[in-house]
């Protein structure tokens, strides 16, 4: 148990479909990210946010929506999303990038999806 | 642009017998370095890290690496493995001149260990 949670663990949706995830954070810290894990390739990262504040998107399409409403929680909604969309969705948080290069960041299970 | 490597998709190695996972990277400037390991259906756990000093770092599990800056590697290491080590290993690097955020994964190394 890392602290950070993450629901649903699996979703099936339709590509017309509206969706959402979910992870929260227990350990008090500042930044969260969200990444895409799919089949044998590297870990790609999507978003980053850094006390509520967007600072990093990495070139996501905007079917890929993030919310981060505070410290604590952060969304990602998902609309009209591609059979290729397929993948593990993670997220992480980490104490604060506010300089610190060093910080180890911890991970939920992740929200395996399914576009069918 | 800095990268890292896992040149091997898959080590296999007999329980009790070292292993060594491999992993290359590039930066400019000082690297700041990480292990993660994955278990099926989770998510990544934090191995260990290396920022500075002592070039061999020790970590979870009985886990070591060494950073080694002339040959711009960072492998992951363990005397004696065990078949709970079997799992999905990341290494992972940040450059202290890019943003914080953007840490680079590589692409996983699949350790086997057999009893």
């Known amino acids: 148990e890392t602290g950070v949670t993450q629901t649903p663990r699996h979703l099936v949706m339709g590509m017309t479909n509206k969706k959402s995830l979910k992870c929260e954070q227990h350990?008090?810290?500042?930044?969260m990210y969200w990444y895409k894990q799919s089949a044998k390739k590297p870990l790609e990262l999507m978003f980053v946010?850094?006390?509520?504040?967007?600072?990093e998107n990495n070139s996501v399409p905007s079917r890929f929506s993030p919310e981060c409403p505070n410290s604590s929680h952060l969304f990602l909604h998902l609309h009209t999303l591609q059979p290729e969309d397929s993948a593990l969705y993670l997220c992480?948080?980490?104490?604060?990038?506010?300089?610190?290069?060093?910080?180890?960041?911890?991970f939920g299970p992740g929200t395996r999806l399914l576009v069918l | 642009a800095q990268s890292v490597a896992q040149p091997e998709d898959q080590v296999n190695v007999a329980e009790g017998n070292p292993l060594t996972v491999k992993c290359t990277y590039s930066?400019?400037?000082?690297?700041?370095l990480f292990w993660y390991v994955q278990y099926p259906n989770r998510g990544l756990q934090f191995l260990l890290k290396?920022?500075?000093?002592?070039?061999l770092v020790k970590g979870s599990y009985g886990f070591e690496a060494e950073f080694n800056k002339s040959q711009t590697s960072f492998h992951l290491k363990k005397p004696s493995a065990l078949v709970s080590d079997s799992a999905l290993y990341f290494c992972?690097?940040?450059?202290?001149?890019?943003?914080?955020?953007?840490?680079?994964f590589g692409s996983g190394t699949r350790l086997s260990i057999r009893p």
């Open positions: 350990l008090g810290h500042n930044a």
């Open positions: 992480a948080s980490s104490q604060g990038t506010s300089g610190l290069y060093q910080e180890t960041q911890y």
């Open positions: 946010y850094n006390f509520k504040e967007q600072t």
């Open positions: 930066v400019s400037g000082n690297p700041y």
């Open positions: 290396y920022i500075t000093g002592d070039n």
């Open positions: 992972a690097v940040r450059g202290m001149d890019s943003s914080a955020s953007k840490i680079i």
